[in-house]
């Protein structure tokens, strides 16, 4: 990798991927792609280029890779499991219709592409605990249906055309940076601002509830390492089961209570996100990620929490707890 784009670069993972390019790939440009609206600030819009890539617009994408010389692109632009629910064609055409954009432009400029699959790429009919790497997957969310067609034209295109796509399935994400947004496990990060606000948690998701979980710099680590790994191991490219942590709503309350001793949660569920958290996996099995481009998480729940909560005192100006 030297001349990288990310497609969606202001949302949850690409704030943070893209500064951790520049500062991993400091020769090459790393472009930060974004929408009106979602504009870039601060240190993302200081410390490198910047430009409007929407990706459901072919030529704008083609015109930023032939600008820069793009040889890899961090296709991470989508709509979350809740939102997709309630814009069900405008998640298809994002994340299916933009993805094809995405790897036809690949295809004629000899770019790498990344595409993010999800724990929501599996359904019901999915054995959940654990969830091998190849096994059933019929989700019946429209954004678990775009993350299977992602995967299955991401790997027709390595096949058909050449072109190196890769892919991991992420668990719900836990970071203290951007937000997330309208997705299923959202409340894993909402739980520790709640904490350290002082805020009772009123919780989305009914105990035992067991999903997959990581914490961001993992995330980032993996999506780097995948685009690292010797092609000749990859016996799979789109896309392979990670994992390092899975809780439910209880064990991540008692954890963060190790720490704030006097933080209230309280249920109120929401009917959807828990329809979709029960047809997601309580645990995926990620022995081929781990045999094929040496997978290994460095965070669990325990070394998160504390990390999470050491830095959310910092950005909410809360005086800090001995965690
Ligand atoms: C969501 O909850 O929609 C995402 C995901 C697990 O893909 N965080």
């Given at each position: 990798m030297k001349n990288v784009l990310i497609i969606g670069s202001t949302g949850q993972i690409g704030s943070e991927l893209t500064m951790k390019l520049r500062r991993e790939y400091p020769a090459g440009n790393i472009v930060a792609g974004y929408i009106p609206g979602a504009e870039p600030k601060g240190e993302l819009l200081e410390s490198g280029p910047a430009e409007v890539v929407d990706i459901t617009n072919a030529q704008m994408i083609a015109d930023t890779v032939r600008k820069y010389k793009i040889d890899t692109i961090y296709n991470l632009a989508a709509l979350l499991s809740a939102v997709a629910e309630?814009?069900?064609?405008?998640?298809?055409?994002?994340?299916?219709?933009?993805?094809?954009?995405?790897?036809?432009?690949?295809?004629?400029?000899?770019?790498?592409?990344?595409?993010?699959?999800?724990?929501?790429?599996?359904?019901e009919t999915t054995p959940h605990n654990p969830t091998?790497?190849?096994?059933?997957?019929?989700?019946?969310?429209?954004?678990?249906?775009?993350?299977v067609t992602g995967e299955l034209l991401s790997d027709y295109y390595a096949k058909r055309f050449g072109v190196d796509t890769r892919s991991v399935r992420f668990p719900g994400l836990i970071s203290y940076t951007t937000l997330p947004g309208g997705g299923t496990t959202d409340y894993a990060v909402e739980i520790y601002y709640s904490a350290v606000k002082g805020e009772t948690f009123r919780c989305p998701i009914k105990p035992g509830t067991f999903m997959d979980m990581m914490y961001m710099p993992d995330a980032l680590r993996?999506?780097?390492?995948?685009?690292?790994?010797?092609?000749?191991?990859?016996?799979?490219?789109?896309?392979?089961?990670i994992a390092s942590m899975s809780f439910d709503p209880e064990i991540i309350y008692n954890k963060i209570k190790e720490y704030v001793p006097d933080f209230k949660m309280e249920y109120d569920l929401d009917p959807l996100r828990q329809h979709i958290a029960d047809s997601w996996p309580d645990r995926l099995d990620d022995t081929c990620a781990r045999e094929e481009w040496?997978?290994?998480?460095?965070?669990?729940?325990?070394?998160?929490?504390?990390?999470?909560?050491?830095?959310?005192?910092?950005?909410?100006?809360?005086?800090?707890?001995?965690?």
């Amino acid at each position: 990798m030297k001349n990288v784009l990310i497609i969606g670069s202001t949302g949850q993972i690409g704030s943070e991927l893209t500064m951790k390019l520049r500062r991993e790939y400091p020769a090459g440009n790393i472009v930060a792609g974004y929408i009106p609206g979602a504009e870039p600030k601060g240190e993302l819009l200081e410390s490198g280029p910047a430009e409007v890539v929407d990706i459901t617009n072919a030529q704008m994408i083609a015109d930023t890779v032939r600008k820069y010389k793009i040889d890899t692109i961090y296709n991470l632009a989508a709509l979350l499991s809740a939102v997709a629910e309630a814009r069900p064609q405008l998640a298809w055409k994002i994340g299916v219709g933009g993805l094809y954009n995405t790897l036809e432009v690949a295809r004629e400029n000899g770019c790498a592409v990344f595409t993010p699959s999800s724990i929501g790429s599996f359904g019901e009919t999915t054995p959940h605990n654990p969830t091998p790497q190849d096994t059933i997957q019929r989700p019946d969310t429209i954004y678990g249906v775009t993350k299977v067609t992602g995967e299955l034209l991401s790997d027709y295109y390595a096949k058909r055309f050449g072109v190196d796509t890769r892919s991991v399935r992420f668990p719900g994400l836990i970071s203290y940076t951007t937000l997330p947004g309208g997705g299923t496990t959202d409340y894993a990060v909402e739980i520790y601002y709640s904490a350290v606000k002082g805020e009772t948690f009123r919780c989305p998701i009914k105990p035992g509830t067991f999903m997959d979980m990581m914490y961001m710099p993992d995330a980032l680590r993996a999506a780097v390492e995948i685009m690292e790994a010797d092609p000749s191991r990859l016996k799979h490219r789109n896309s392979f089961n990670i994992a390092s942590m899975s809780f439910d709503p209880e064990i991540i309350y008692n954890k963060i209570k190790e720490y704030v001793p006097d933080f209230k949660m309280e249920y109120d569920l929401d009917p959807l996100r828990q329809h979709i958290a029960d047809s997601w996996p309580d645990r995926l099995d990620d022995t081929c990620a781990r045999e094929e481009w040496d997978w290994k998480p460095e965070y669990d729940l325990d070394s998160m929490t504390r990390d999470m909560l050491q830095n959310l005192h910092k950005k909410l100006h809360v005086p800090e707890l001995a965690v």
